[in-house]
């Protein structure tokens, strides 16, 4: 049974820092691009941040670009996000996602996801 498990989310002023990270179990973790997305309330779900199979590739959002910085343990089978200069506007619910390498050559913020996490909340006061 595969699990996706977000955590690290929490209530953080502007201008702090949060590190999140993402376990995953029951997949071959190698095998899989991984994205983070985050979903503002009332807003549509957004691709922030991704990163290839084996590391040796990300991209990122412009929204988040220089700010945050996304990393993987394919050993520990674990996805990190540390996002650094917090604003307001990054105020939202994080989602990690697995990508199969076999759907997508390299990483991407769109097309089909196999695998999803419930999610961890980020809030970022003034």
């Known amino acids: 049974q595969v699990q996706v498990v977000e955590s690290g989310g929490g209530l953080v002023q502007a201008g702090g820092s949060l590190r999140l990270s993402c376990t995953t179990s029951g997949l071959t973790f190698g095998d899989y691009h991984m994205d983070w997305f985050r979903q503002a309330p009332g807003k549509e779900r957004e691709g922030i941040s991704c990163?290839?199979?084996?590391?040796?590739?990300?991209y990122s959002a412009d929204s988040v670009k220089g700010r945050f910085t996304i990393s993987r343990d394919n050993a520990k089978s674990t996805l990190y996000l540390q996002m650094n200069y917090l604003k307001p506007e990054d105020t939202g619910m994080y989602y990690c996602?697995?990508?199969?390498?076999?759907?997508?050559?390299?990483?991407?913020?769109?097309?089909?996801?196999?695998?999803w996490g419930q999610g961890t909340q980020v809030t970022v006061s003034r």
């Open positions: 990163i290839n199979y084996n590391g040796a590739g990300t």
């Open positions: 996602a697995a990508q199969a390498r076999s759907d997508q050559h390299v990483c991407s913020l769109g097309g089909s996801f196999r695998y």
